[in-house]
């Protein structure tokens, strides 16, 4: 069992940036492919970004590519997804997801542990 809990979502404006993270207890992280999603209201949750078990690759959706960044510190349990020129279009609850295999990697269904997600909104 992983227990996942994000934090560092909150209001910023359009061009901004924020950093959030996702912090680990119960198993250890690095044994688990790493992945955040985010839902906006109304819509399907939407694969955002994802790292691999050391943290020497990772993916990203085309939407968020160029301005976010995934990293993981397996010694701290810790996985942190830094967003830059925050959109409008970025406003969502952002979820940090767990999975043991790399295949498939947008798909939420393949997410084992699930974080309670953390809102960011971007707005003037």
């Known amino acids: 069992q992983v227990q996942l809990v994000e934090s560092g979502g909150g209001l910023v404006q359009p061009g901004g940036s924020l950093r959030l993270f996702c912090a680990a207890s119960?198993?250890?992280?690095?044994?688990?492919?790493m992945a955040w999603f985010r839902q906006a209201p109304g819509k399907e949750r939407e694969f955002v970004a994802a790292v691999t078990v050391r943290g020497g690759g990772t993916y990203y959706a085309d939407s968020v590519k160029g301005r976010f960044t995934i990293s993981r510190d397996n010694a701290k349990n810790t996985v942190e997804l830094s967003m830059a020129s925050l959109k409008p279009e970025d406003t969502a609850v952002y979820y940090c997801g767990a999975r043991s295999t790399w295949g498939d990697i947008k798909a939420a269904s393949k997410i084992q542990y699930w974080g309670q997600g953390t809102q960011v909104t971007v707005s003037s």
């Open positions: 119960g198993r250890a992280l690095h044994t688990y492919v």
